[in-house]
């Protein structure tokens, strides 16, 4: 599994996402607002307002939350507008990093991105110096203690998936951006139990690190992802699973 995958599964299973909920709120509503104001506020017509919509529901967001960021999105309540960046750097060993940010200051954004990358034997670079190096896809994760590989092949495939991966327990379903939605739901359609479902940044080609270097850029990672404004990071590192589950951050 990619670097930034493994890492995402390993927090999820220490609880870390529940110990960040207030982060994790301040970051779906700033989703879904931005969602809402450039697709509109119908999450039957606005797939990315749907799945944002899903997933503060799945952590248990209360509705009067997802109400109040969709109408700032739309306009009917007065809100704080948000301009989506991408930035592109380096961490130790040349690994490339790429961090989404939604921000209303982009000045003091990339102020704190450039000092966190220097913090930890980084750098940030300019648009474009890594982003060619990852693949847009959709992510979905299974257990293998949930359906047989077969069952789920034909599900998935029919559905448009493009590939099936083994990781040790689980399934990974991957799909084109486009095809996302409707594989998604013929999974969760067939009782199928998901344990995570994302579009999200593939590396072509990954860096193999060990030592202070993993251990640092260990750090990176989880500073990026800490960052308030910053909604998702990916990385092109590969770290023996033994680091990842005894690092503390």
Not at 151 to 172: H, K, P, S, T, V
Request: proline share 2%.
């Amino acid at each position: 599994m990619s670097g930034h995958s493994k890492w995402s599964t390993i927090k999820h299973k220490k609880g870390a996402a529940d110990a960040k909920r207030g982060k994790i709120f301040t970051k779906l509503i700033r989703e879904i607002t931005t969602s809402a104001r450039i697709g509109g506020g119908d999450p039957s017509g606005n797939p990315r307002l749907r799945k944002a919509i899903d997933e503060a529901k799945s952590q248990n967001m209360p509705g009067d939350n997802i109400d109040r960021a969709i109408k700032k999105g739309t306009g009917e309540l007065e809100g704080v507008v948000y301009d989506e960046v991408t930035y592109e750097g380096y961490g130790p060993e040349g690994v490339a990093v790429l961090a989404e940010v939604m921000t209303d200051n982009k000045n003091r954004t990339v102020a704190e991105i450039r000092h966190l990358f220097g913090k930890y034997n980084g750098n940030l670079g300019e648009n474009g110096c890594v982003a060619w190096m990852f693949d847009s896809v959709g992510l979905i994760v299974v257990d293998q203690s949930a359906v047989s590989e077969e069952a789920l092949m034909e599900i998935a495939l029919e559905a448009g998936a493009d590939d099936i991966l083994e990781d040790q327990d689980q399934y990974e379903v991957r799909t084109a951006v486009e095809s996302f939605d409707a594989v998604h739901k013929a999974i969760v359609d067939n009782s199928i139990p998901v344990v995570s479902a994302e579009l999200t940044r593939l590396p072509q080609t990954t860096v193999a690190l060990e030592g202070k270097s993993a251990r640092t850029m260990l750090k990176l990672y989880n500073a990026l992802d800490d960052q308030d404004d910053v909604q998702h990071v990916y990385a092109n590192f590969d770290i023996d699973d033994e680091i990842l589950e005894s690092f503390e951050g």
